[in-house]
DNA sequence: CCCACAAGTCATCGTTCGTTGACTTGGAGG
DNA sequence: CCTCCAAGTCAACGAACGATGACTTGTGGG
């Protein structure tokens, strides 16, 4: 990033007049807004004065406050996922839980975007974003790469287990899981995620566990 | 029916002139809209038309709208926990399963009220209370019959994932555990309970005295 | 040096919000 | 039947909202 092509003098510190750097900015400051406040409760003046601009250069740059938040809240998912294929779900539930828990995302406040769309989710449209988000980016992945009939079912439970992971951390803020640390927490969500690998028990599936079979789990009730 | 002590004659309906039906008719109302679309995004004149009275009255009945919404959220857990304390941690998983995933609430639309509140969580005051139901109300019971140092760990991410479940269904609508009824999810549930129940396995890598360790997670950055 | 154009500001519009006070109406008691 | 009081309605308020158009100001190119 060569900063800024500087072309006579650098007075001001961050912004000189520079649109795309404002709109970024204003793009940053919305993000936090709207995941801090969800959309109704947050004010196109605010987002604005958290930069110290006009409030009127939002309708002007992004068109609306509607397409501010949908521009806000799209992120692509970066997705290591998608880069080892063939690792087995433990490890991908491992790099879930560094990713979507306490992956540090820094234009929202250090929680995942989902969990902070979450806190606008009256809308129809906000609900669409988030299940095609989690479901394209996070889930069709985990469940290619489980087995049995109900290989997506499992897979949501694990994504319920993290999404839930990230709400009791960022909004509920529950006591033992907001101080926990990533090696606290790596055995348990691998314990887990090793009983949601192994194969249904019943629906007379054959040839018990596939793939590297059930690892350690009493799977028995 | 018609269990109301009508003085006179019933002509109407529903509701003749009376102050407190149409108190918790509204409080009701507001139940199911602050449920659906948030604090923020509700308005007085929206609960009162659905009742079909005057907006007008809200504040004369409740104070104003955050009473109104303070005291719509406010539902006491019915915790078929508390009362059987000795039952073993996947019995109880299975109750939770059974109470915060699948029991409907008449008032809430059919999802937990403690999931509606998460799309009000912008406000501070939504996060006290979110924390202190659902700590107070669940977690502890949860965490009182696992032992080893981290109970309570253990007992927030099985919370976690009923929470998570909760979201993926009525928040974001996943489709798998959207369509999937409580006999298809109960044995899944139990294998999760089942593994967190077990003791911590003695982790051998923290041998030192110090606890935890100031490990900070490698920030990608 | 200066000037045109874009970046940013200002005043303001129409709407909707929560809330308030004055008014109207229904229904039970005398 | 009349009266009175509470339940409910109506109109309106000030504030905040998103959005718009005209204006001001800074800055790079000539």
């Not at 007049?17 to 404002?22: E, K, M, Q, Y």
């Not at 294929?85 to 991908?92: D, E, I, K, S």
């Not at 909004?171 to 192994?198: H, N």
């Amino acid at each position: 990033m060569a900063a800024q092509p500087v072309t006579k003098t650098a007075r001001h510190p961050g912004r000189r007049r520079d649109r795309a750097a404002t709109r970024a900015a204003l793009l940053d400051a919305a993000r936090r807004r709207f995941g801090r406040q969800g959309y109704e409760g947050t004010g196109l003046r605010e987002i604005a004065a958290d930069v110290g601009v006009d409030p009127a250069l939002i309708p002007r740059y992004f068109g609306s406050k509607r397409a501010l938040y949908a521009e806000a809240v799209h992120v692509e998912i970066p997705s290591g996922l998608a880069a080892d294929v063939n690792a087995p779900v433990p490890h991908l539930a491992d790099a879930l839980l560094r990713e979507v828990v306490f992956g540090d995302w820094p234009g929202f406040d250090g929680e995942h975007p989902l969990v902070a769309m979450l806190r606008s989710a009256g809308h129809s449209d906000v609900r669409d974003l988030l299940r095609h988000q989690l479901c394209d980016g996070y889930l069709n992945a985990l469940s290619g790469r489980l087995d049995g009939p109900d290989a997506a079912l499992r897979a949501e439970l694990l994504g319920a287990l993290l999404i839930g992971m990230g709400v009791l951390r960022s909004v509920v803020g529950s006591p033992a899981l907001s101080d926990a640390t990533y090696e606290q927490l790596r055995p348990l969500v691998a314990r887990l995620s090793a009983a949601l690998a192994a194969a249904p028990a019943v629906k007379g599936s054959s040839g018990g566990g596939s793939r590297g079979g059930p690892r350690r789990g009493e799977a028995s009730r």
